[in-house]
């Protein structure tokens, strides 16, 4: 069982930046990879950006050039850098991890919340 603690999370108006934080806990196997999911209200949880041992970082194209996400894979950890959020950034973001062998792990989400 991986546990992951999320922090970071607000209320931010248009073209201002944030930074999500997460942390997993000790995990006996591999993580092989963390991330960021979101959901907005009435949607569907969408991948905003995932960091892949050994393979390219992935982003949503509505984040490319305004996100960077950040993995300490000897930590266990990773950030989010949000910068020139807008109002349909506006959700609960969800810290993503998974193990080498496919078990995923989701942290409890964290509200982010863009004003125009």
């Known amino acids: 069982q991986v546990q992951l603690v999320e922090s970071g999370g607000g209320l931010v108006q248009a073209g201002e930046s944030l930074r999500l934080s997460c942390a997993a806990s000790?995990?006996?196997?591999?993580?092989?990879?963390m991330g960021w999911y979101r959901q907005a209200p009435g949607k569907q949880r969408e991948l905003v950006a995932v960091?892949?041992?050994?393979?390219?970082?992935n982003y949503a194209d509505s984040v490319k050039g305004r996100f960077t996400i950040f993995r300490d894979s000897a930590k266990n950890t990773v950030s989010l850098q949000m910068n020139s959020l807008k109002p349909e950034d506006t959700g609960v973001y969800y810290c993503?991890?998974?193990?080498?062998?496919?078990?995923?792990?989701w942290g409890q989400g964290t509200q982010v919340t863009v004003s125009s």
């Open positions: 993503y991890a998974r193990l080498l062998f496919g078990i995923e792990f």
């Open positions: 960091d892949t041992s050994g393979a390219s970082t």
């Open positions: 000790r995990s006996t196997f591999s993580i092989n990879a």
